[in-house]
């Protein structure tokens, strides 16, 4: 089946019987930025996890293994990169902090960063520099030029610069991120790209922007739609790092002639490096079911670009259309061709608009005054503007009283 975006753009959307669980059709899920609904089919792969389990008990795990190897596989496609650079994790916090346990802080006490990463990096770094480690936070805005500054503060001091190639608060895409990596090549520093909100919704090519020797994470909670426990970390080639965080997968291939006499801790190759240990396999199998899904139904980066840049267009126009005092909502400015895959409108009450929302029957989400509205591939076009006329009578009930004009009683009298 090839799925074309006007085909997307009908009611009902052809894709939405697919994601009748979620029940798609009947919901205005704004959310997809967030937390895109699960296809059908991961239900499947859900049940065959624990079918297999029942069925093979501990030979489950050679099973479980070729799934992995499978998710991994569509991991290194949707990077055009070469297999056998992933490694997998629950999350990207389990997988960033191995990365930061490997690097040689102690002789580098320097992490560059920008004030606008998420959480997950953000709180982390605040941590560690509790514990004396240099943090030194770039300014996000403007994304023109961040890569030139954060460039410029990358030197023989420091330990790894992490960025993320999409803001996650408002969409923007960072632009010539190459830049920094071919700064950190020429000082020896370790750059993790964070594309979270970039992989699959907007194509990202490791070769063509000049990323080849970095470290990306990113995982398949958002636009991926594979739900929870499904990460991954992106492993540059000839990279020999020891994380200190390490789990026991990261020497499975050596364990099978037993533990081996090695005065220090053995690691596998390259990917395997960065291996955790036992996990729940069930992840896996829905990640995989869902990606042989997007496969089937041809739903590749490409497409679902197109896709979402028109569904995104569309908000943005329906939103102007509102003709709201700039106080009360604007659309966030940038270039649309650097606009990823939600539209961001700020607001003084992005959190109360939230909410009103949500009793219209309208799911979003806000972070601090950003309002954030992510539509999703299996949304028709009558669902998109259902969302912003509810959003319309939200910001009309919200604004301003006009100001009533005081008259005196000898003004009064005068106009009589």
Known sequence: MSLTPADLAASPNPLARRYSRFRVAERLLLTGHSHQAWPDVSADGQARAWHDAADLVDDKWAVALEIATAVS???????????????????????VTRLLSALPLGSRPVLVTTDGEFHTIRRQLDRLAEEGLEIVRVAARPVETLAGRLAGH???????VLVSSVLYDTAEIVPGLDVVAQ????????????????????????RSMG??????TGGGYKYCQLGEGNAFLRVPPGRRLRPVLTGWFAEFSTLAGGRGTSASVAYGDDAA?????????????????????????????????????RQVGLLK???????????????????????????????PTAAELVRELKTRGVRADARGDVLRLGPAPYLSDRQLHEAIEALGEVVDAARPEPRATSVSPASSARRG
Not at 154 to 160: C, E, F, G, Q
Request: net charge negative.
């Open 73 to 95: 596989s569509h991991w290194s496609t949707l990077l055009n990169d070469t297999p056998g650079r992933i490694a997998l994790g629950q999350n990207t916090h389990e997988l």
């Open 154 to 160: 990358v030197s023989d001091r420091a330990a790894a």
């Open 183 to 206: 700064a950190c090549d020429r000082h020896g520093v370790t750059l993790l790209v964070d594309a979270y909100h970039h992989v699959n919704v907007v194509p990202f090519d490791v």
């Open 211 to 216: 990323l080849d020797s970095a470290f990306v």
């Open 273 to 309: 490096r960065f291996a955790g240990a036992t996990y729940d396999p069930a992840a896996h199998y829905r990640a995989a079911a869902v990606q042989a899904f997007h496969r089937e139904q041809g739903l590749d980066p490409s497409l679902l670009r197109e896709v979402s840049r």
């Open 317 to 347: 126009r329906l939103v102007e259309a509102l003709d709201a005092p700039a106080s009360l909502l604007r659309v966030a400015q940038m270039p649309d061709e650097r606009r990823a895959g939600f539209l961001a409108l700020r607001s």
